[in-house]
Antibody, heavy 117, light 111 residues
Framework: QVQLQESGPGLVKPSQTLSLTCTVS??????????WSWIRQLPGKGLEWIGY???????YSNPSLKSRVTISADTSKNQFSLRLSPVTAADTAVYYC?????????WGQGTLVTVSS | QSVLTQPPSVSGAPGQRVTISCTEG?????????VHWYQQFPGTAPKLLIY???NRPSGVPDRFSGSKSGTSASLTITGLQAEDEADYYC???????????FGGGTKLTVL
C-alpha cells in the first residue's frame, strides 16, 4: 500500500520560500512509470494542481504558477519536494502530495501552510 | 483555459438517487478527455472515487457510478446513505495547457 506524507513549515513569511517534502512509502518514486504531483486547496475553495515530477525526473508545473515553482526529488530518500517562491498571503492553503497526473490515486494527508508576517 | 463547472450543492434523502454534474467549458473539446471524481470529508484528503469516466477503484461501493457524454460528466450515487455526505470534485485535463484541472466542488447533503 502506497503512503505519502507531507512535511515542512506551517508558517512562511510573505516574499519568502515555501518548502515542502513528500515522503513516499510502499513504493519507489523511480519505478512504475508514475507521476508524483503537488496539489493545493485554498481555504474554503477548490483544488489546484501545482505540478508533477515524473519517475524519470522530468517536471512540469501549472503555467499559472510556473515561474515560482520548483519540484525536485531525492531518490535516495524516496522523497519529492516543492519550492514556491516568492509567496504571498494568496498562497495560504492546504498542500497535498499525490501520485498521478491524469488522476490521483494516492494522497498524503495534507499540510496547512499559512503565509503571514 | 478549460474549466469544469459543478453545482455548488445537491441534496437527497436516504435511499434516494442523486446525480452531480460536471460540465467542461473553454478550450477542451470534451470527448477525448477522461473525467475522474473524488470524495472529500472535512479535514481529510480527497479520495479517488471514479477514474476514467466510469471505473471504480477497489473498495468503492457500486452505489457510486460515473458517466460521460461529450462535454458533460456525471457522478450518480444510488441508495444514498448518511455517510455519503461530503464534498465531491470532478477532475480532468486541460488540453491546451497540459494541466490537471478540478471542478469547484459540490457539497452533498443527506437530508
Amino acid at each position: 500500500q502506497v503512503q505519502l506524507q507531507e512535511s515542512g513549515p506551517g508558517l512562511v513569511k510573505p516574499s519568502q520560500t515555501l518548502s515542502l517534502t513528500c515522503t513516499v512509502s510502499g513504493g519507489s518514486i523511480t519505478s512504475g512509470q508514475h507521476y508524483w504531483s503537488w496539489i493545493r486547496q485554498l481555504p474554503g475553495k477548490g483544488l489546484e494542481w501545482i505540478g508533477y515530477i515524473y519517475y524519470t525526473g522530468s517536471t512540469y508545473s501549472n503555467p499559472s504558477l510556473k515561474s515560482r515553482v520548483t519540484i525536485s526529488a531525492d531518490t535516495s530518500k524516496n522523497q519529492f519536494s516543492l519550492r514556491l517562491s516568492p509567496v504571498t498571503a494568496a498562497d495560504t492553503a492546504v498542500y497535498y502530495c499525490a501520485r498521478g497526473y491524469d488522476s490521483f490515486d494516492y494522497w498524503g494527508q495534507g499540510t496547512l501552510v499559512t503565509v503571514s508576517s | 483555459q478549460s474549466v469544469l463547472t459543478q453545482p455548488p450543492s445537491v441534496s437527497g434523502a436516504p435511499g434516494q438517487r442523486v446525480t452531480i454534474s460536471c460540465t467542461e467549458g473553454g478550450s477542451n473539446t470534451g470527448a477525448a478527455y477522461y473525467v475522474h471524481w473524488y470524495q472529500q470529508f472535512p479535514g481529510t484528503a480527497p479520495k479517488l472515487l471514479i477514474y476514467g469516466n466510469t471505473n471504480r477503484p477497489s473498495g468503492v461501493p457500486d452505489r457510486f457510478s460515473g458517466s460521460k457524454s461529450g462535454t458533460s460528466a456525471s457522478l450518480t450515487i444510488t441508495g444514498l446513505q448518511a455517510e455519503d455526505e461530503a464534498d465531491y470534485y470532478c477532475q480532468s485535463s486541460d488540453s491546451s495547457l497540459s494541466v490537471s484541472i478540478f471542478g469547484g466542488g459540490t457539497k452533498l447533503t443527506v437530508l
